[in-house]
Each structure stands twice: as C-alpha cells, then as structure tokens.
C-alpha cells in the first residue's frame, strides 16, 4: 500500500502570509495526488485536483506543485476563513490513501 | 445539483452491524464510483473501498476486508456500505464521496457511535 505523509502537522501563521504544506508519498504517484480542506463539523472539500488543477469555485491563492514522490500545496496570502484542516490524497487506481491531515490557525 | 444525501445517525451495541445508505442525484448514478471514508472524533480521513455503481465492483482497504460490503440499488440510485463485528473503535462519522481519482461532492456524513 501506499503511505502519505505530511509536514507540518500543524502550522500558526498570520493573516496575508504565505503558507506551505508538503506531501510525500511512498511510491512514484505520477500526478495522482489530490489536496482537501476541512472545517470542523463539515465534509472535506476538494480544492486541487490532479497535483495542481484548482478545483471551479475554489480562490486562486491556493495551489498545488509536484509530480512523482513530492508535492507542496501553498495558500499564496492566508485568509480568517482558511483556517482548517487540509489533507492531501492520492490515488492508485482503485485504491485511495490520505495523509495525516496539517491543522493551519492563526497567529 | 449533484448531491449524495447519507442515512441518518445510528447507535449500535458492539458485535453488530450497521448499514449506511448514500442517495445521489444530480447526475448519473453509475457514471462514478463511490468511495466510502470514515472519521473517529478528532482524527483524520481513513478511506474504506470503493463501489464501481454500474458493474457493482468493489475494493476494500486492507484493514477493512471481512467487515465491509459496499452495495448498490442503480434503480434508486443509492449506495449502502455496511460494517460488521462492530467495536468501539468504529465510532465515527462516515462519508459517501462521488469517486474516480478525486471526488468533488460529498455525503453530510452519517454519525455511527458503537457502544455497549
């Protein structure tokens, strides 16, 4: 099977900076890697898709990089209501793996 | 508009099975898998399996298989994955999601909390 880790697990920034997340998967995923964010109480929501295609509907500061192994998702200028939970995922067909999940707030 | 509806919540003694039902509409029902993923309270996102709604295929995650049967009704358009031999560590909130290699709708989430 294949593991997802993730870095930070948790992260503290302010309002307007620019935040990273990093994705590692234990075996080449080609693009099939996938970034959710989560608020409490709520079902995750898909922003990227496919390493680095913004999902319709999803704001413009959030992205996506990386192929193969490793993989960064960046919220370009963070925002009050950014503040969740994001997960990525990849997926070998048929079979789906998330990671640990990186808890972002506010400084 | 594409929506998974989920059945409601369910307490359930350990030993037992539960069954949670996944609605869609909005689009054609066997035109996407369905992927299932649970949550326990403050943890993270744990994918069960996989249902294939046109040919009724299924694949389990590993640490699922023996417990968990993903079925479908195509003619209500309705998902169902049921988990058996329930113990506490199986309190969680699981989600139907709309498949393939990412999935962009969700069910609200179905609360089962196993408790003697």
Redesign the interface.
Known sequence: ?IQMTQSPSSLSASVGDRVTITCQASQDISN?L?W?Q?KPGK????LI??ASNL?TGVPSRFSGSGSGTDFTFTISSLQPEDIA?Y?C?Q?D?????????TKVDIK | QVQLVQSGAEVKKPGASVKVSCKASGYTFTSY?I?W?RQATGQ????MG?MNPNSGNT?Y??KFQGRVTMTRNTSISTAYMELSSLRSEDTAVY?C?R??????Y????TLVTVSS
């Open positions: 099977d099939y996938n959710y989560q079902a995750p929501k898909l898709y496919d999902e939970t997960y995922q997926y067909n048929p079979m789906v793996t998330f990671g640990p999940g | 898998d992927n993923v993270g996102l744990e994918w996989w694949g995650a590993q989600y999601a498949g393939g290699s990412y999935s962009g969700w069910g609200q989430g």
